[in-house]
């Protein structure tokens, strides 16, 4: 069975940080591209940031560069976003997707921004 569980979101203070995981289980995971995606209260989800299945390649919505690094490690099947100065604009809803030909979803985790 295909699980993909986030973790990590809270209520942090502005200019805070957060680490996001994303553990994926029943795949080979080292071979999915990874996605974080975020959906705030009446917006469309959006992209935040991708990296490749090895690692080697990574990219980010403008809204998050400078400030958000996501990296992997296949060995413990686990995908993470780490989150700096964080922003109250940053609080959503933050979903993993992996992915193939075939995608999978989290569930979300909440981070809320919040002094």
């Known amino acids: 069975q295909v699980r993909v569980v986030e973790s990590g979101g809270d209520l942090v203070q502005p200019v805070g940080s957060l680490r996001l995981s994303c553990r994926a289980s029943?795949?080979?995971?080292?071979?999915?591209?990874v996605e974080w995606y975020r959906q705030a209260p009446g917006n469309q989800r959006e992209w935040v940031a991708s990296i490749s299945f090895g690692g080697r390649s990574t990219m980010y919505a403008d809204s998050v560069t400078g400030r958000f690094t996501i990296s992997r490690d296949n060995a413990k099947i686990t995908a993470y976003l780490q989150m700096n100065s964080l922003k109250t604009d940053d609080t959503a809803v933050y979903y993993c997707k992996a992915l193939t030909q075939t995608t999978y979803w989290g569930q979300g985790t909440q981070v809320t921004v919040s002094s």
């Open positions: 029943g795949i080979d995971f080292s071979i999915f591209t």
